[in-house]
């Protein structure tokens, strides 16, 4: 905990850091809480808006969502979507209320991530004007560029960090990261998650994890933690493990999200942002055996992400699992629910939200 004091008190004596200016605001109103209101305020659920951010066809930075992390209309033309612009949106995810607002660099820059300027861009420009805490994801690992010259992770990260970030989110480096730690029970300290949080803190680096279902019929089948699922598979598998993916969900890896969430903890993660393929722009709910089996597990802050399409869904999955936080993406860029009717209705179902 001292070690997480510390690295906030060291960038909220950073005037450039927009942790700086959430910190302020965080004591600023601890000094006009009545006495007795502090410990509820512990206790509220967040509401976070997520924009997908990739560059589309014509070069330009925009913000999108897809069907199953499909981002293309089934078009003649078959265009990125365009949902609006990274900055304007996350100002107005401000102005409505969100807790917290997660950038995911979708494209990822595999390439050259620290020649992302745009994105870079993007978080100067909102740090300047949205004083709730920036997530940014995508394209930060170790890499060697074109000319031999090599980056760690931490460099990437730093980068993030100076440009306004608060924290970073980890997705395929942390899985691989994860897999070799439970196959050696090592930590070498060398991998992305370890560098970063023992140099900005745990609370400073997210995990994104990106399972989709499988399902079977006996639990022994496999030796991965399964779970009686509440939907029955094709064939009326009454089980199913979660398999962790990278790559944007098109590689699927032996370690299941049960196994990765534990492993993370352990390698100094301070969050996880639980994503589930299947469940991914339906808007029919988030996939609440996922999230319990994953919040009851560790005991570090567990994110509910994908398939959130009306306010029910996220007083469901803070009533039935131990969720800290629900994001959305797709029905706040589209208008269909606003950030604010969501935070109604969890008052209205006794939930603590920040107003």
Same mark, same amino acid.
């Given at each position: 905990?001292?070690?997480?004091?510390?690295?906030?008190?060291?960038r909220?004596l950073?005037?450039?850091?927009?942790?700086?200016?959430?910190?302020f605001?965080?004591?600023?109103?601890?000094l006009? +809480?009545?006495?007795? !209101?502090?410990?509820?305020?512990?206790?509220?659920k967040?509401? *976070?808006a997520?924009?997908?951010?990739?560059?589309?066809d014509? @070069?330009?930075?925009v =913000?999108?969502?897809?069907? +199953?992390?499909?981002?293309?209309?089934?078009?003649?033309?078959?265009?990125?979507?365009?949902?609006?612009k990274?900055?304007?949106?996350?100002g107005?995810?401000?102005?409505? @209320?969100?807790?917290?607002?997660?950038?995911?660099?979708i494209? @990822?820059?595999?390439d050259?991530p620290?020649?992302?300027?745009?994105?870079?861009?993007v978080?100067?420009y /909102?740090? !300047?004007?949205?004083?709730?805490?920036l &997530?940014?994801?995508? $394209?930060?690992?170790? #890499?060697?560029?074109?000319?031999?010259?090599y980056?760690?992770?931490?460099?990437?990260?730093?980068?993030?960090?100076?440009?306004?970030?608060?924290?970073?989110?980890?997705?395929?480096?942390?899985?691989?990261?994860?897999?070799?730690?439970?196959?050696?029970g090592?930590k070498?300290?060398?991998?992305?998650l370890?560098?970063?949080?023992r =140099?900005?803190?745990?609370?400073?680096?997210?995990?994104?994890?990106?399972?989709r279902? %499988?399902? =079977?019929?006996d639990p022994?089948? %496999?030796?991965?933690? /399964? *779970?009686?699922?509440?939907?029955?598979?094709?064939?009326?598998?009454?089980?199913?493990?979660? +398999?962790?993916?990278?790559?944007?969900?098109? !590689? $699927?890896?032996?370690?299941?999200?049960?196994?990765?969430?534990?492993?993370?903890? !352990?390698?100094?993660?301070?969050?996880?942002?639980?994503?589930?393929?299947?469940?991914?722009?339906?808007?029919?709910?988030?996939? %609440?055996?996922?999230?319990?089996?994953?919040?009851?597990a560790?005991?570090?802050?567990?994110?509910?992400?994908?398939?959130? @399409?009306?306010?029910?869904?996220?007083?469901?999955? #803070?009533?039935? &699992?131990?969720?800290?936080?629900a994001?959305?993406? $797709?029905? #706040?860029?589209?208008?269909? =629910?606003p950030? +604010?009717?969501?935070?109604?209705?969890?008052?209205?179902? $006794?939930?603590?939200?920040?107003?």
């Amino acid at each position: 905990m001292a070690d997480v004091g510390l690295s906030i008190l060291g960038r909220f004596l950073n005037p450039k850091s927009n942790m700086a200016k959430v910190a302020f605001i965080s004591f600023y109103a601890i000094l006009l +809480q009545k006495p007795g !209101e502090g410990k509820a305020s512990k206790l509220a659920k967040r509401v *976070i808006a997520c924009l997908d951010v990739r560059t589309n066809d014509k @070069g330009d930075l925009v =913000v999108t969502k897809g069907d +199953q992390y499909d981002v293309r209309e089934h078009t003649k033309e078959n265009e990125v979507r365009n949902l609006g612009k990274p900055v304007d949106l996350a100002g107005q995810y401000y102005k409505d @209320g969100a807790d917290e607002v997660s950038f995911l660099n979708i494209t @990822g820059f595999r390439d050259f991530p620290l020649g992302d300027l745009p994105m870079l861009q993007v978080l100067r420009y /909102t740090s !300047e004007n949205v004083f709730v805490p920036l &997530t940014v994801g995508g $394209g930060i690992r170790d #890499f060697t560029d074109s000319t031999g010259r090599y980056y760690s992770s931490l460099e990437v990260a730093s980068e993030y960090f100076r440009s306004g970030a608060d924290k970073i989110s980890i997705g395929s480096d942390a899985v691989y990261a994860a897999e070799e730690y439970l196959k050696t029970g090592v930590k070498t300290g060398k991998t992305s998650l370890e560098q970063i949080s023992r =140099v900005y803190g745990n609370q400073a680096v997210v995990v994104s994890i990106d399972p989709r279902r %499988v399902y =079977v019929k006996d639990p022994n089948d %496999v030796q991965l933690k /399964t *779970i009686r699922v509440s939907s029955p598979g094709s064939n009326g598998e009454e089980y199913a493990w979660y +398999q962790c993916t990278v790559n944007g969900g098109r !590689e $699927g890896r032996p370690i299941g999200a049960y196994e990765l969430a534990k492993a993370v903890e !352990e390698l100094g993660a301070g969050e996880i942002l639980l994503n589930c393929i299947d469940c991914d722009g339906q808007g029919k709910g988030f996939d %609440v055996d996922l999230i319990k089996l994953i919040s009851d597990a560790v005991s570090i802050p567990v994110i509910a992400s994908s398939g959130a @399409g009306a306010p029910e869904h996220f007083s469901e999955v #803070f009533y039935k &699992t131990n969720a800290s936080a629900a994001l959305a993406a $797709g029905i #706040f860029h589209r208008k269909e =629910v606003p950030i +604010q009717s969501v935070k109604e209705h969890l008052l209205k179902e $006794g939930i603590e939200v920040r107003i």
